[in-house]
């Protein structure tokens, strides 16, 4: 079975096939040299993934258990590949091979380097290449993959370039990087007589209790004055380093770097942001009942953003959220049922919390398997079912990509979120819907608004914030005060007056890694994602179930073509403002119910 996988690629499920046999208790009772023979293929296995040192291991034993001229071989060659000369000659001389099998090794790797260097390079122009890929049947389903490749490298430095580039960065962007990193996750907060850090102070906005939630608020506060001065020479760096590679390049700018990476139109941006920018006052709005509903008269405090509303006690067990699911997809769509069951009945999920395990959830996809395999931390609350639908949207997401070839299932961060949102917004609006208690109901809805602020509101601040940045860094280096009031703006623009203008959150650049890391704009595609998804179900509830099989087709596609490419699949524009409206007025509806439960109360 193992040596099978292997001739098919599978090289990782054949290392576990090989270490499972070598861990069997009988297994010395096998035929003589089996146990080398396994211990070799396993390091042809490692070899195969480039794992070196892993495979050297594998051939030395099996060498050692068989004395074989072939494992011997292959380990020197191995060593040869990730040691010096020095070391290469030690560890023959350890091994006591004779000059004769030396003198075949060297020849024989000698004879390897000579073929490989022998291959004649073949020059790929830009005139010839379509002509190349249209010449070829197997090339030809790669023609996206390949003129993506071509038009990434119109922005190269060539080879010297690049190498400089990228040691440079060892010690400027990826420096200051981690300094941040290192400052945030190490400061400590001073609360309620003691000391907590970062990450668990700002936690407590969840909390029940609007006293801790202020008090942890200002201590948070408070906490960053330790650090704000050395996080703003990381930002000023990273951000400089950022427009000047823009610049050697030839992209426009570092937002135009941006939008070429998502494989997306500068006019689809706009347009998302032009539609956003009619449904702010509304977001508004909600903000402002909230505030009213939880006794503040000028606009929410910062604080009390997450604060819960309404109650939902009812909890779910596996079972129950497997029933509940399967019979809400049954009713949507029956491919994406047969899949959520297959999840659930063959143990594709890891449900519980446990000691060692990571927090949060995520789906990874099995190409070669047409799997994915899911993680959450199911605790039987409402929102765990939300989740687990979202989880098993990004394993639709793998499940509709599975004729796609290896190289064609990378799509981008913007249309990353599409299936999972989707079927977040199956689940809530089938749930709201089916609310008979107000005080459900009402924490459902203010649950998903809440959601959504973050990715309208807030996710328009940040791109706000960083745009003010990228503007004036070129020229100034802009100290800590300036850059809280340049977040400060930021907030009010896009928050409008729904928030408490004295009570906002101006250190919002040092606690956000996304504006560290090697992705400019790391704010606009959540944006995005949220909106895209929603409209896409706005269009499923115009249509029907004919809508299916073009938001299947859309889903497909994502990898090979462009944002805007893909949206056209489902007969979408997405430069197109009328089409983001579709998924804000979903939005919309929903405060006005908020809005109505809220005045029922009173």
Not at 115 to 138: G, M, R, Y
């Amino acid at each position: 079975k193992g040596d099978a996988l292997v001739e098919n690629g599978m090289y990782v499920n054949a290392i576990q096939v090989y270490q499972k046999i070598l861990e069997r208790d009988d297994l010395n009772q096998q035929r003589k040299g089996f146990a080398a023979a396994v211990r070799y293929n396993l390091g042809c296995a490692y070899s195969y993934l480039f794992q070196m040192e892993k495979a050297q291991e594998c051939f030395l034993q099996a060498y050692k258990e068989s004395q074989s001229a072939e494992a011997l071989k292959a380990y020197v060659t191995t060593y040869a590949s990730i040691h010096d000369k020095t070391d290469y000659d030690k560890v023959m001389e350890e091994l006591g091979v004779d000059d004769k099998v030396k003198k075949d090794i060297k020849e024989e790797i000698q004879e390897s380097m000579k073929t490989f260097a022998s291959v004649p390079e073949k020059k790929i122009d830009e005139e010839n290449l379509d002509a190349l890929l249209e010449a070829d049947e197997l090339l030809r389903q790669y023609q996206f993959y390949f003129r993506q490749v071509r038009e990434g490298s119109r922005y190269l430095l060539g080879s010297q370039g690049e190498d400089i580039m990228a040691r440079m960065q060892l010690s400027g962007s990826s420096a200051w990087s981690d300094l941040q990193a290192y400052l945030t996750s190490t400061v400590e907060v001073d609360y309620d007589g003691g000391i907590t850090n970062l990450s668990a102070i700002r936690n407590l906005a969840y909390d029940g209790n609007p006293a801790v939630r202020k008090a942890a608020y200002e201590a948070e506060l408070a906490c960053y004055d330790k650090i704000k001065d050395s996080v703003a020479f990381a930002l000023n760096s990273i951000k400089l380093e950022t427009i000047n590679a823009a610049q050697l390049r030839g992209y426009e700018s570092p937002l135009d770097k941006a939008l070429k990476g998502a494989r997306m139109q500068r006019a689809t941006l706009d347009a998302m942001f032009a539609a956003i920018d009619e449904y702010l006052p509304k977001f508004w709005a909600y903000l402002k009942a909230k505030a009213k509903a939880l006794g503040h008269e000028n606009g929410l405090p910062w604080y009390d953003l997450f604060a819960p509303m309404g109650t939902s006690g009812k909890t779910y067990t596996t079972e129950e959220a497997r029933d509940y699911l399967l019979n809400l997809f049954g009713q949507f769509d029956t491919e994406l049922r047969d899949m959520v069951a297959e999840a659930f009945a063959n143990a594709w999920i890891d449900f519980f919390p446990r000691p060692g395990k990571t927090g949060g959830a995520f789906c990874a996809g099995i190409e070669k398997l047409n799997e994915s395999r899911i993680l959450t931390n199911f605790d039987g609350s409402f929102s765990d079912i939300v989740t687990l639908a979202h989880e098993l949207g990004h394993a639709f997401h793998n499940h509709i990509l599975g004729d796609q070839r290896i190289l064609n299932r990378d799509y981008t961060m913007p249309v990353a979120e599409t299936a999972s949102t989707f079927n977040e917004c199956v689940v809530m609006n089938a749930a709201i819907a089916a609310a008979t208690d107000k005080e459900e109901k009402l924490a459902l809805i203010e649950s998903q608004l809440s959601d959504a602020t973050q990715i309208i509101c807030d996710i328009y601040s940040r791109y706000r914030f960083e745009s003010a940045v990228f503007a004036n860094r070129e020229n100034d280096f802009l100290p800590a005060d300036r850059l809280c009031e340049m977040m400060l703006e930021a907030q009010k623009q896009s928050y409008g007056d729904g928030l408490d203008a004295n009570v906002l959150h101006p250190y919002m650049w040092v606690c956000k890694s996304h504006y560290y890391g090697g992705v400019s704009f790391y704010n606009f595609p959540y944006a995005f994602g949220g909106l895209f998804a929603r409209g896409l179900y706005a269009q499923y509830e115009k249509e029907g179930e004919s809508f299916l099989p073009k938001y299947k087709k859309l889903l497909h596609e994502t990898p090979v073509r462009t944002v805007e490419e893909a949206a056209r699949v489902a007969d979408i524009d997405l430069t197109d403002k009328a089409f983001w409206a579709q998924g804000l007025q979903i939005l919309s509806d929903e405060i006005d119910q908020f809005l109505a439960l809220l005045e029922d109360k009173q």
